[in-house]
């Protein structure tokens, strides 16, 4: 079933997908009448899934269960359209470069910025020969 709403990013895509393939007539017709946005049912998504974290800094939500809070949005008259985006951009799958930031625990400690990691590995020392090793010209 076609929704009418416009998706700006692969994440908001992935939610319109969803709700076109899932919603019923009745649900569509509600989204395509209302003034909320896909942007808006991800920000409600993620305060429901701060909710649940509730101080535990992490949590793991399964796919249908946040595909349900972005369906109750979208059903319920009194949820409002928050102005602000999403606190995350979406998947970082397929982009041509991870980089992940790592605080180090003594860096934390002294208030020093984290360190930006690559994910690449760091090249493995050369394996000594035998005469390198009884000739003492090694490490």
């Not at 908001?12 to 942007?39: F, M, P, Q, S």
């Not at 509730?54 to 109750?72: L, N």
């Not at 690449?120 to 000594?128: H, L, R, T, V």
């Amino acid at each position: 079933m076609e929704i009418k709403l416009k998706a700006a990013n692969r994440t908001e895509r992935r939610v319109l997908d969803y709700l076109e393939a899932n919603a019923g007539e009745a649900l569509a017709e509600k989204i395509g009448a209302g003034t909320k946005t896909l942007a808006g049912a991800l920000a409600y998504a993620a305060g429901e899934a701060r909710k649940v974290a509730a101080g535990a800094g992490c949590v793991c939500i399964e796919d249908e269960t946040v595909f349900g809070w972005i369906v109750h949005y979208f059903e319920e008259g009194e949820i409002s359209e928050k102005k602000e985006k999403p606190a995350f951009r979406g998947p970082v799958s397929g982009e041509s470069k991870k980089e992940e930031v790592i605080g180090k625990k003594e860096g934390k400690e002294r208030g020093d910025p984290p360190v930006a990691r690559t994910g690449k590995k760091a090249a493995e020392p050369k394996e000594m020969s035998l005469a390198e090793l009884m000739m003492g010209n090694g490490r």
